[in-house]
C-alpha cells in the first residue's frame, strides 16, 4: 500500500485547534461572566453562560475562515459568536457596559501570558509544543489588540460610547453592516501593518521580560 503522506502543516493547525477554542471561548465567556457580576443575566438564559466551546462556535468566524486563513498562509483570523449583552439590566449602564466590553480582550491577554510561560517551560525539552503554545501567544495578543479597536462591531466601539456617550458615538457604534464594511477595509489597508507592528512590539516586550531578546 502507498505510504500516506500527512502535511506538516495540517498537523501544526490541528494541534492548533484546542487553543483556538479556548482563546475565542474565554473571550466570550469573560463577557457573561462579568455581565452576570453586574446584573445582566442574558448570556446565561440563552446558554451562553458556559465554558463549552461549541455553544460559542460560529461556523464562519470559528470554522471556516480560521482554515482558510491558516493554509493560505496568512494571519489566522477567527472569532466566536457574540455573547449577547443588555446593558439596560446593568445598575450603572455605561460604566459596567465598558467593563464587560472590556473583559473579553483582557482574557486574551491574560491567556496570552499563560501561553507565553508554557511555551518558554517546553522551549528546551519539547520545542514543537513549544511552538504550539507560542502561537497561542501570539494569537491572544491579536485577539487583545483587535477587538479593543474602537469600530464596530468590536468591543472597542463600546467601550469609547460608554466612555464618550454622545450622538456621534451611538451613531458609529450603531453602524451594522457598514462597521463590517469599515473593518474590512483597515484590515485590507495600509494602517494595517502599523496595526501588526503593534502586536510584534507587545510580543518584543514579553520576549524581553523572558531575557530571550
Known sequence: MPEVQVSEK??????????FLISITAHEFAHAFTAKK???????????????P?????????????????????????????????????RNPLKHN???SFAGPLSNFLLAIIFFSISIIFLDGQPKL??????????????FCFNLLPIPPLD??????SV???????????LGLYGSLILL??????????????????LSLFLIFAGIK
Do not use: C
Not at 464618550?164 to 450603531?174: E, L, S, V
Open 10 to 19: 495540517l498537523i501544526l493547525f490541528l494541534k492548533f485547534i484546542p487553543i
Open 38 to 52: 453586574f446584573g445582566d443575566s442574558t448570556a446565561e438564559q440563552q446558554g451562553r453562560y458556559t465554558l463549552n
Open 98 to 100: 465598558a467593563i464587560v
Open 164 to 174: 464618550f456617550p454622545n450622538k456621534f458615538t451611538a451613531q458609529w457604534m450603531n
Open 130 to 143: 513549544s511552538n504550539i503554545f507560542y502561537y497561542g501567544t501570539v494569537f491572544n495578543i491579536f485577539l
Open 54 to 90: 461549541i455553544k460559542h462556535i460560529d461556523p464562519i468566524g470559528s470554522l471556516l475562515l480560521p482554515f482558510l486563513s491558516f493554509f493560505s498562509g496568512a494571519f489566522l483570523i477567527g472569532w466566536a459568536k457574540p455573547v449577547p449583552v443588555n446593558p439596560s439590566n446593568f
Open 156 to 161: 472597542g466601539s463600546h467601550i469609547l460610547f
Open 185 to 202: 477595509f483597515f484590515i485590507f489597508s495600509p494602517l494595517w501593518k502599523y496595526f501588526l507592528m503593534l502586536i510584534n512590539s507587545i
